[in-house]
């Protein structure tokens, strides 16, 4: 995508589902993306080991279930060709080709194999402050009000808003393939990631009505602030933050 736009002071959306206000999480320093499959006999554990970062309130740990193991005799249930484009995505940006699961890529810039711990927390603790454009998120009766900071002389001056919706815990019973006869557990799953507006450096507010996300059927959601290198390749992240919604 093409950076045509100038920053939007109030952009149209949605996303509370809540009566009152609610604070987002904690300040976030990273953000822990897993690349995963059902179809994968090595996943599992790696999914296991993202609902223990999902739990931190530091850390925005989301899952992308990809499609491109589906011909091993599972179709994933929860998986999107986005998903699978956004991976790639990430591996043309970084000029590796390295695309596998399952895989974790760390605030868009450091990847290493998903159930790896020690270097999953060793990317967070070298890049603790790499996050350094704050970002909050107050849901009212009508909508959530984003309030994204403005650049410092450390940070690039243009990125792009992602507003990615995912979901509580969903258990998957596999049927065929390398996990037949496995239950496994995905946690906040990505239902949807749409970019909602450019960021030129400044600080900004984007106003998210409710209805997109009554429409997905999911509970949470998050703004990623997310620099776009040439071609439209994701780059480094530079913020972000998610909150949670009661059932209605």
Request: net charge negative; charged share 20%.
């Amino acid at each position: 995508m093409t950076a045509t736009a100038r920053a939007i002071a109030t952009v149209i959306l949605s996303a509370s589902l809540s009566a009152g206000a609610m604070p987002a999480f904690a300040e976030t320093r990273a953000v822990v993306e897993l690349f995963t499959s059902q179809g994968c006999s090595s996943c599992p554990p790696a999914d296991e080991l993202l609902a223990e970062y999902a739990a931190r309130d530091d850390v925005l740990a989301l899952s992308f279930p990809v499609d491109y193991w589906d011909y091993l005799g599972w179709k994933d249930t929860l998986a999107s060709h986005e998903n699978t484009e956004r991976q790639r995505a990430y591996a043309t940006a970084r000029g590796d080709r390295q695309v596998y699961t399952p895989q974790v890529v760390v605030n868009g810039v450091e990847h290493m194999v998903g159930s790896s711990k020690a270097k999953i927390d060793n990317a967070i603790a070298t890049m603790d402050g790499a996050l350094s454009v704050p970002i909050t998120m107050t849901a009212g009766s009508d909508a959530t009000t984003v309030t994204i900071g403005a650049a410092n002389n450390s940070t690039p001056d243009k990125g792009m808003i992602w507003l990615a919706m995912y979901d509580d815990p969903v258990t998957v019973p596999i049927g065929r393939g390398e996990n037949t006869g496995k239950s496994i557990t995905y946690t906040n799953v990505v239902r949807k990631l749409r970019p909602i507006a450019m960021w030129k450096g400044e600080e900004m507010t984007v106003e998210l009505p409710k209805s997109e996300l009554v429409h997905a059927d999911v509970s949470r959601c998050a703004v990623i602030l997310q620099t776009e290198l040439p071609d439209g390749l994701p780059g480094p992240i530079l913020g972000a933050a998610a909150i949670d919604y009661p059932a209605m």
